[in-house]
């Protein structure tokens, strides 16, 4: 790995990310899955996609695998929901739901996380 500081960096900001996502998804579900929080989630996942994208080779080969492992469910979701968004033109207060059966890596996300934090605290 070339530069630890520059992988905590990056790990910690994606760190922030998925732990903003997940916030966001829980706004979803307990406010009735309504548009405008799918849209702060949609925003959400953008921002992690395109951290795992610019960065993920800064990464052993697990955490790469697992990082491509998020981004492909990312390309699914926002074509699912920009396909949905299309066709309802919702408002803010609409609920927003579409079925996607390829789930999010949860198991994925949670490596990533790990690997945060051990390195985190490795740093303090």
């Known amino acids: 790995m070339e530069n630890k500081g520059e992988i905590v ?5 994606l760190y922030i990310n ?5 916030i966001a998804y ?18 959400c996942n ?13 990464l052993r ?5 697992d990082s491509l492992l998020l981004i492909a469910h990312f390309d699914i979701w926002f074509e699912k929901w920009n396909d949905l968004a299309d066709k309802r033109r919702p408002d803010l207060e609409d609920e927003f739901v ?7 890596p949860r198991e994925a996300a949670s490596n990533l996380e790990s690997a945060f934090l051990e390195m985190k605290e490795k740093m303090e």
């Open 9 to 13: 960096r990056f790990l910690g900001i």
């Open 18 to 22: 998925l732990k903003r996502s997940e």
């Open 26 to 43: 829980k706004n979803y579900i307990e406010n009735g899955k309504k548009f405008i929080h799918a849209r702060i989630i949609k925003k």
């Open 46 to 58: 953008e921002d992690i996609s395109d951290i795992l994208i610019e960065k993920s080779y800064l």
């Open 61 to 65: 080969d697990d955490l790469i695998t």
């Open 98 to 104: 579409f079925e996607n059966k390829f789930v999010f």
